[in-house]
Every structure is written in C-alpha cells, then in structure tokens.
C-alpha cells in the first residue's frame, strides 16, 4: 500500500529482537515488584510474552491490589479474566 507508518516508541513488533525486549522489559516490574509484593499468593506464575498463567490463592481485595500494580508499569494494560476454577492460556 502507500501508507508509511514511524514508530518512535519502543521496539517494532515482527521485529527478532521484539520478543527479547517485551519479555526483559517486563520482567524487571515482576521481579521487583509483583513477586515481592504478591509472590506468596501465586504459587503458579509463569508468562510467555503477553499470556499470563496463575494461580492465585489470595484474598479478593489482594487480587485487585494485584491487578491494578500488574498495569502501574510502562504504557500497555493487562487484560484480566475474574477469578475462577477455569483455565484460559495463550486463548487455546
């Protein structure tokens, strides 16, 4: 097409080295913040990318407080589903 577009921000998503960054970039809010403050109510946490797999055993309150420090870092917003027995990871 005719239509150019300049990212100024960030890293270009495609890119090989885009992954490498998202994954190091948010890394930094879990490990300094997340794990710390939350660590023992998540006794399953693991992420690939932008899917996030837990387990939460906390209060509800907690999980809120969770919620909003999980997207207090950098420009992008997590998604959330409500608290369930139920799994959804990587939308399969």
Same mark, same amino acid.
């Given at each position: 097409? !005719?239509?150019?577009?300049?990212? +100024? ?16 970039y948010y890394a930094i809010h879990e490990i300094g ?11 399953l946490f693991y992420r690939f990318i932008d899917d ?29 589903? !409500? ?6 990871? +990587? !939308? +399969?």
């Open positions: 097409g !005719d239509l150019h577009f300049l990212q +100024l921000p960030g890293t270009t998503m495609g890119t090989s080295e885009a992954c490498m960054w998202a994954t190091i913040c997340l794990i710390p403050s939350y660590g023992s109510h998540l006794p996030i797999i837990r387990v939460w055993t906390g209060p509800e309150q907690q999980w809120h407080n969770f919620k909003q420090d999980a997207n207090n870092f950098g420009i992008l917003r997590w998604e959330f589903d !409500d608290l369930s027995k139920e799994i959804n990871f +990587l !939308d +399969l």
